[in-house]
């Protein structure tokens, strides 16, 4: 199994740009995707496969990946866009499963 | 409209076990693969198994390898997770979720949750 690693926490003023990054051996050879968590509640895709947007997610969530870091970038935080982000990726070989990284606090303040 | 619902949780004593099932419907159950990620009390995800749409093939997380058991019944689109020899670490919300394929990409839906507690 590998690891993801990402710092426990990041933040922003309203209206500025927050990057939470994502790093890991395995990145280079598998896609990264990243979901967001409010409090209570489950997680919601935000970025699959490096860089796209499932519909409905604001413009503004945008992501890529870059050897072996990836890296979710929100353009313009929001006070709605406080949460945990998680950065997730699978390895469909001979280690089958998925792996979250330990997730990063996104505070809007 | 997709929906998982977990069912199965509850206080356990630690070393006792427990079996987790999940009932899906909104979707064709039996051409996806199927996933159970847990979240102990203010911390992280943590993936805990996933398993093919055959059962083909399997996977686990280091942390319960050898304790716990994965298993599916396409018929009853149902997925379960039998949880032995279990610790106090163990204590957490555990998510049934869906994937978007039926080979392992990443996980498109989730269920609510089922609480499992394990203390003496």
């Known amino acids: 199994s590998y690891e993801l690693t990402q710092p426990p926490s990041v933040s922003v003023s309203p209206g500025q740009t927050a990057r939470i990054t994502c790093s890991g051996d395995?990145?280079?050879?598998?896609?990264a995707y990243w979901y967001q968590q409010k409090s209570g509640q489950a997680p919601v895709l935000v970025i699959y496969?490096?860089?796209k947007r499932p519909s409905g997610i604001p413009e503004r969530f945008s992501g890529s990946s870059s050897g072996t870091m990836a890296t979710l970038t929100i353009s313009g935080a929001q006070m709605e866009d406080e949460a945990d982000y998680y950065c997730?990726?699978?390895?469909?070989?001979?280690?089958?499963?998925?792996?979250f990284g330990g997730g990063t606090k996104l505070t809007v303040l | 409209e997709v929906q998982l619902v977990e069912s199965g949780g509850g206080l356990v004593q630690p070393g006792r076990s427990l079996r987790l099932s999940c009932a899906a419907s909104?979707?064709?159950?039996?051409?996806?693969?199927m996933h159970w990620v847990r979240q102990a009390p203010g911390k992280g995800l943590e993936w805990v198994s996933g398993?093919?749409?055959?059962?083909?093939?399997?996977g686990y997380a280091d942390s319960v390898k050898g304790r716990f058991t994965i298993s599916r019944d396409n018929a009853k689109n149902s997925l379960y997770l039998q949880l032995n020899s279990l610790r106090p670490e163990d204590t957490a919300l555990y998510f049934c979720?869906?994937?978007?394929?039926?080979?392992?990409?990443?996980?498109?839906?989730w269920g609510q949750g089922t609480l499992v507690t394990v203390s003496s």
């Open positions: 979720a869906k994937d978007r394929d039926p080979d392992m990409t990443y996980i498109d839906y």
């Open positions: 909104g979707f064709n159950f039996e051409d996806y693969v």
């Open positions: 398993i093919t749409w055959n059962s083909d093939t399997i």
């Open positions: 395995a990145l280079p050879k598998n896609y």
């Open positions: 496969e490096d860089s």
């Open positions: 997730y990726s699978t390895d469909s070989g001979v280690n089958y499963g998925g792996v």
